[in-house]
């Protein structure tokens, strides 16, 4: 799947795929279920806290 | 009307502003009260734009082109963009806030002329930076992984 592909999935733009890849987007709780439920993943899977995120 | 346009008519027609507080003071010869109307017109005229966009305007009551002026921030894609458009404005204000404080402080060592050019492009500094942060913001993000 593509980027656009997934954006076009969930709703965003292609470069806020990016801009979550890159770490530098932190999604909003709607947006990271959507992601979720896309992929039939639990969220904690895709989405997680690094030590440095706090 | 894509999103570039918008911002770049809002970048002319705030331009425009202080040249027109500029002939209207060259008008008037330079004399206090055309200095004063000039002063008094260049920050109603922004000032106005504010108070109507927060209290009086709806985009509903718009056509779609006004309101893509006016509320460039429903031009927002997705939730990003929304938040992009809300951290350009906020940095703008930010940059305002300063400008302001700077142009006081200065008042007392400034002629008249000086004051009103200052103020003049009060509204065009801030569109400019509303447009240079956002485009700054929007650019990181183009990295293609």
Redesign the interface.
């Known amino acids: 799947m593509t980027q656009q592909q997934l954006a076009d999935r969930i709703h965003v733009t292609r470069q806020t795929i990016v801009a979550l890849e890159k770490g530098s987007y932190i999604p909003s709780l709607l947006l990271a279920m959507n992601i979720a439920e896309l992929f039939e993943l639990p969220i904690e899977q895709i989405f997680f806290k690094k030590e440095s995120s706090l | 009307m894509t999103r570039q346009t918008v911002f770049r008519l809002r970048i002319f027609i705030l331009l425009i502003i202080p040249f027109f507080a500029i002939g209207l003071n060259e008008g008037a010869n330079g004399s206090l009260s055309g200095k004063i109307a000039t002063y008094t017109f260049t920050l109603l005229f922004w000032g106005i734009h504010l108070f109507i966009k927060k209290y009086w305007l709806q985009p509903v009551y718009l056509r779609p082109s006004l309101q893509l002026f006016f509320f460039p921030e429903l031009l927002a894609?997705?939730?990003?963009?929304r938040q992009l458009t809300e951290r350009a404005g906020m940095y703008a204000m930010q940059v305002t806030t300063l400008y302001i404080f700077f142009a006081l402080m200065l008042t007392p060592l400034l002629p008249m002329n000086g004051i009103l050019f200052i103020f003049g492009f009060l509204p065009f500094l801030t569109g400019l930076t509303y447009q240079l942060t956002f485009s700054h913001m929007?650019h990181?993000?183009?990295?293609?992984?």
């Open positions: 894609r997705d939730e990003r963009e929007e990181a993000d183009e990295t293609i992984i």
